[in-house]
């Protein structure tokens, strides 16, 4: 470890025991979201975090109501001059079931070999926690902080964090900041510090083909008639070639090619692509765009699929309809520099120039978003990047996510900032299945991590 | 009027009252096959249709439980040497509702501008009964019929038919004759005495993909994941080309033209492309194969079409969902001298040759037969297309039927008789709708007309 992050973890080393237990207390509230007979406990946990703020030393703290799930927001605006960092974190946790499946009880968080078990340990209360025992730390060891700092923790991430985004949209001002820290997601792989600096955009579209006025006998019409379900198969089909590679003019135009950084970066990560295409996807083969490989295709290509095929006949047995509509549930994964607004355009010229014969074809955007690419020579990149370096003694790696992360789009939208998506969770720490689990060195390692990335963003370049 | 029909149309005439009165008590009985609360109506009217027979003169006559509605047998087989005629017809009718669209109660008959309104007065009660009628007058006006025949009426023809299908392969013996004589169609158009003697034969599969071995998240393994809905949509949509021809290599081998006789007889008809595409399709074009009509293509080319695709997401909203497997419904329509084996034999190694990477694709036949070609130049085909234009006074036409109709398959492939399929309906009779009607002048030409054609088919030739 670093010379200056001596005291730093020193600290931390000091205050194990607490901040192990103080942690287990939070895991014990049952903070579900999606459960009504959970509200209770929700807001239980959103006070437990604005409670822990104001320990820690941040001076104002509000807890915020929603339509929903509270929000909680804090502040700490003592250092004028010096950068503004915007926490964010989520309270809240998926149901636990099944049940039966946990070795150990969800909210009953234990040790064992290592791992915190619990329900929330990585997702994302323990990471969130990370960011709150950052500051106590750097307060206890030098009375003020290096940056200003403001968190926004909600508590409606399980279920589409409808609250947090209007917040975020309607409150600019108020969430002014130089750089966003976002700690839920999860190294690459054990002792690989990561950096995502990438996220897909998506459009969600329906594809609706209408043909004749009323479902048709098959028998008596066919042959005849067009059918919307075969018309939008022929004409879907066609999207993409024989390899997945996007037959749509004008998809491909704006698409920006990695940076060389980037693309180092990655050839240097553990990845096996059999080993992916057995555990993971669990396919006889991988499929998609030749003379890319499969991270590139996931991280750094836009894709085009289609999800169902809502209309005719799908029950048991045998129906001869042919049915009067059917609608297609679509979606393109963009990547850097592609315009949602121009790939739309360009699928709705494709649907006009390939509509099936006797058909009409309707497109309509569900939603549209555009990729995140965070500028690695950002100085908040840079420093996490340094930081988190010293702190593992390892080289940071930049990865990508092929999905978004709907709240990293909001502050880049809204706010404008980047966020540093700087996680310490690990691949198999179970998220969202039972036997949740948190490295209990990575929550260490997590706190010293951020404090000392806060510290080194407050001085001077 | 033929000379030799004037007794027979003579004595129609004079119990032209009573006939109308009887057929009005059995629309009396609301026999709806699918409804179970109408339990008792089906069996009453099973036992209205033996008691009828037994009345016109059949001396055999069986009420025959099965594991549902029953079937009624009765048998005249006193004319050693003469043809065989099975009757068929079915006492079940469809559910009358929408209720409140019926200008009268759709259970009490009553007669409107020559037409008899009631539930059942043309599917097919109406036409039913005139066959039993037809046996009455034969047996009234010489104490003997001309043929010998067979009585086979069933209750579930609204609902599947499974009864009288077991029915029919289980008691080839007993059900052996020259020819059946079918009245559950209509005439082609007022006034045209119509022949139907083609019906396409149907294939039902059921297409299955499958790729990951679970469920995966489109941002997270989009553009490396096999996709199976996208899969069949690609391997599907290539069966047909952009005018809907099929694809699929050896489809059209064994495809058989219709008879110059068949083909100058739809010319003649009064067939309007255009009318047929708004009023029935409803539809901005008519599809299919370039270089034959609508009525070829629907009578006589063999079809592919979808009818629907489970799997994947399909509810309101959006869902990001790369599924492990999907489902397509699909199925081709047969003409003469195809093989239903040769056809799913093709259709398999057309999914086997175009399986898009990473899929595994499985075929399962749901239902698999020919398409029925009746021979015109069969005595009985002969001998009613001559009496049917004799009675009405205008030439027979002979059409097809794009549909099947099951019981003339059974028939075909348990007895080895062809089907004589002579209806009296009209296309706008309002079968399976509110206000179901039957014209009465048809019902008692179609009396004189069945009669006659017994007669003349149990002459010498």
Same mark, same amino acid.
């Given at each position: ?50 409670? *822990? ?122 969430? *002014? ?119 590139? *295709? ?164």
């Amino acid at each position: 470890m670093h010379e200056h992050s001596r005291p730093i973890s020193r600290f931390v080393d000091a205050h194990r025991e607490r901040f192990l237990e103080e942690l287990k207390q939070f895991l014990r509230i049952p903070s579900v979201s999606t459960d009504p007979e959970r509200g209770q406990d929700v807001r239980r946990a959103a006070q437990f975090v604005a409670d *822990r703020l104001r320990d820690a030393g941040l001076g104002h703290v509000e807890v915020i109501p929603t339509d929903n799930h509270p929000l909680v927001y804090a502040d700490w605006l003592h250092a004028p001059g010096k950068p503004t960092v915007l926490c964010y974190g989520h309270y809240d946790v998926q149901p636990p079931d099944p049940l039966e499946a946990w070795l150990s009880p969800p909210f009953d968080p234990v040790v064992r070999d290592g791992n915190l078990y619990a329900r929330g340990s990585a997702d994302d209360k323990g990471q969130m926690y990370m960011h709150i025992k950052a500051v106590e730390t750097l307060l206890a060891l030098n009375g003020t902080l290096p940056v200003n700092l403001k968190f926004l923790i909600e508590g409606e991430e399980e279920i589409g964090g409808a609250a947090i985004a209007q917040y975020v949209a309607g409150n600019p001002a108020k969430l *002014r900041a130089d750089a966003a820290l976002v700690s839920d997601t999860a190294l690459y792989a054990e002792n690989t510090p990561t950096l995502c600096v990438g996220l897909r955009g998506l459009i969600y579209l329906e594809v609706e083909a209408k043909g004749p006025s009323h479902d048709l006998h098959s028998g008596l019409y066919g042959g005849a008639a067009p059918n919307p379900i075969f018309g939008l198969m022929q004409l879907l089909g066609a999207a993409k070639d024989a390899s997945g590679a996007i037959r749509i003019p004008g998809v491909y135009d704006d698409v920006d090619a990695p940076a060389p950084l980037e693309k180092e970066s990655w050839a240097s990560l553990p990845f096996d692509e059999d080993e992916f295409r057995r555990n993971e996807v669990g396919s006889v083969k991988l499929t998609g765009e030749r003379g890319y490989s499969a991270l590139e *295709r996931i991280w750094a290509r836009p894709t085009f699929e289609v999800h169902g095929v809502a209309g005719g006949f799908t029950g048991a047995g045998a129906k001869t309809v042919i049915p009067a509509a059917a609608t297609a549930k679509v979606s393109f994964r963009l990547v850097p520099k592609q315009d949602p607004a121009k790939v739309i355009a360009a699928f709705r010229k494709f649907v006009e120039d390939n509509t099936p014969e006797g058909l009409s074809i309707e497109v309509r955007t569900l939603s549209a978003s555009p990729a995140i690419l965070i500028d690695t020579n950002h100085a908040a990149i840079r420093i996490a990047a340094r930081v988190f370096s010293e702190v593992f003694g390892r080289p940071t790696v930049f990865i990508r996510d092929g999905a978004s992360v709907p709240i990293v789009g909001d502050f880049a939208a809204h706010l404008g900032v980047p966020s540093v998506m700087m996680g310490f969770g690990l691949p198999d720490d179970g998220l969202h299945a039972p036997n949740e689990k948190f490295r209990l060195e990575n929550y260490y390692h997590g706190i010293v991590t951020v404090a000392c990335f806060l510290e080194q963003y407050g001085q001077p370049a």
